[in-house]
């Protein structure tokens, strides 16, 4: 059937996703379960746990998503699942309900890369921005990538820069750490940092200026550990903690204006700049990214919190773009953790 839906599963890290597209990438059914609770008393996502929720929680969702869609299994166009990457139990959770549900309804089975996923997020006709024409810039910023790809096309994508080491989204979560406040970090820091001098502290600014837009962020955890450990012993005042929140943000956000300055040198052809990940949510970032992106002439669309953080439309959306391709999976291919694009 020419209209026949495209269901999508999600399970690479911490939220349980399925979704159900239209093949114009009309949003049928979408649903997100994230695991923070489960994750929360541990400061970070465990793997073991994650797949076991996924596990518990999978099944029950995709039927949901097709009760919601009015659809069954054998009415669909194809099942795709991220493949990766990701952490290797939640994959193989995902991708083998995909491949068991895909042939015993009869129906091809697509193993969808999660960077990818994020990479086409760009191109939902649904999106209120209108879709994104190739090229664009996207900047992915989320807790487990920091990354500016060269999106040039479905399957054409040039990686301009990364980071040396952690990602930005676990920047935040590790300085928020350090701060005492609450898993996941980055939301929290955001808010306390508004309270705060961002010119209290004269914090490094790792890899500004330098060529490229590889990213680096270890060395601003490390100075503000090394901050803190110099500091009276007691409990720090909250009016300290927040001039160290907004000192790391705003040396995050110039790190981050810096990159994208260099990503668009690279690719002046951009017709956008997308901006995806859980990061994305923060508004100093944004308003930076955004004021950056101007200056060059460029539009910065983030598309809506929902379609940043993960879920299950961008890998279904994903899935649309390779199937209009004549692109299908094997039933026996890999997962892969470390998938790069
Ligand atoms: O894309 P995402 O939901 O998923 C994973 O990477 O798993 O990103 C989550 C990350 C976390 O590190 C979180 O602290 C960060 O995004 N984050 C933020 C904000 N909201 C979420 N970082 C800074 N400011 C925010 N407002
Ligand atoms: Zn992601």
């Not at 209120?128 to 990538?145: D, I, M, N, T």
């Not at 479905?154 to 920047?171: F, P, S």
């Not at 981050?256 to 990061?279: E, S």
């Not at 944004?286 to 004021?291: D, M, T, W, Y």
Request: aromatic share 4%.
């Amino acid at each position: 059937r020419k209209d026949a839906p495209i269901l999508g599963i999600e399970s690479s890290c911490d939220e349980t996703a399925a979704a159900i597209l239209a093949p114009d990438g009309q949003i049928l059914a979408e649903l997100v379960l994230s695991q923070i609770a489960d994750h929360a008393a541990f400061g970070g996502v465990v793997p073991e746990i994650a797949a076991r929720a996924h596990l518990t929680a999978l099944d029950a969702m995709v039927k949901d998503a097709l009760r919601q869609a009015g659809v069954g299994f054998a009415d669909l166009a194809a099942i795709a699942a991220t493949a990766g990457p990701g952490l290797i139990g939640g994959l193989l959770v995902g991708t083998g309900y995909a491949k068991g549900a895909a042939l015993a309804a009869g129906v091809p089975y697509l193993a969808i890369n999660h960077l990818e996923a994020h990479a086409l997020t760009a191109r939902l006709p649904s999106l209120a921005a209108g879709p994104v024409e190739f090229p664009y810039l996207l900047l992915l910023l989320s807790g487990g990538h920091s990354q500016c790809l060269a999106v040039e096309g479905v399957g054409k994508y040039r990686l301009l820069g990364a980071t040396l080491d952690d990602a930005v989204g676990e920047a935040f979560d590790k300085t928020a750490k350090l701060l005492g406040l609450p898993y996941p970090g980055g939301p929290a820091l955001e808010a306390l940092a508004r309270e705060g001098n961002a010119k209290a502290l004269p914090l490094p600014r790792p890899l500004l200026h330098r060529e490229g837009c590889d990213f680096s962020f270890s060395g601003l955890k490390t100075a503000i550990a090394q901050l803190l450990a110099a500091e009276p012993s007691g409990a720090l005042p909250r009016a300290r903690a927040a001039d160290i929140a907004a000192s790391f943000q705003a040396s995050v956000t110039d790190i981050l204006g810096d990159r994208l300055n260099h990503a668009l040198a690279m690719l002046p052809a951009a017709n956008a700049v997308i901006v995806a990940g859980g990061v994305a949510a923060n508004q100093a970032i944004r308003a930076r990214l955004s004021e950056v992106a101007g200056e060059a002439g460029k539009l910065l669309i983030a598309p809506p919190l929902r379609l940043c953080t993960d879920n299950a439309v961008m890998v279904a959306w994903a899935a649309i773009e390779h199937l209009r391709q004549g692109d299908l999976s094997a039933f026996n291919a890999p997962c892969k953790p470390r998938w790069p694009l």
